[in-house]
């Protein structure tokens, strides 16, 4: 049983910055990955990027080099610094801990507008 509560989303011009944040509550083991995820209307959902309880990292093609991934297990908590931001990154963003078929929790998604 876990929560996730993601945070930070807005709107914001393009060129601009935005800091999303997840937290995570309940039973989590100290193996498992995180990840941010976005879904525009009428498309599949992606892959942003993620980091696992190891400490390797990657990212979607499109945003590499404007977004990082960080995580703290301790705190089990992981954020998505995004630069540089383009019309098209405009999205719901969501977080997502898993580890195992029976151990795959995602959070309700916070709004990203990238204005042109």
């Known amino acids: 049983q876990v929560e996730l509560v993601e945070s930070g989303g807005g709107l914001v011009r393009a060129g601009g910055s935005l800091r999303l944040s997840c937290a995570a509550s309940?039973?989590?083991?100290?193996?498992?990955?995180m990840g941010w995820y976005r879904q525009a209307p009428g498309e599949e959902r992606e892959l942003v990027a993620q980091?696992?309880?190891?400490?390797?990292?990657n990212y979607a093609d499109s945003v590499k080099g404007r977004f990082t991934i960080s995580g703290d297990n301790a705190k089990n908590m992981v954020s998505l610094q995004m630069s540089g931001l383009k019309p098209e990154d405009t999205a719901v963003y969501y977080c997502?801990?898993?580890?195992?078929?029976?151990?795959?929790?995602w959070g309700q998604g916070t709004q990203v507008t990238v204005s042109s």
């Open positions: 309940g039973s989590i083991p100290s193996v498992h990955a």
């Open positions: 980091i696992t309880s190891g400490g390797s990292a």
């Open positions: 997502r801990m898993f580890r195992s078929i029976g151990y795959d929790y």
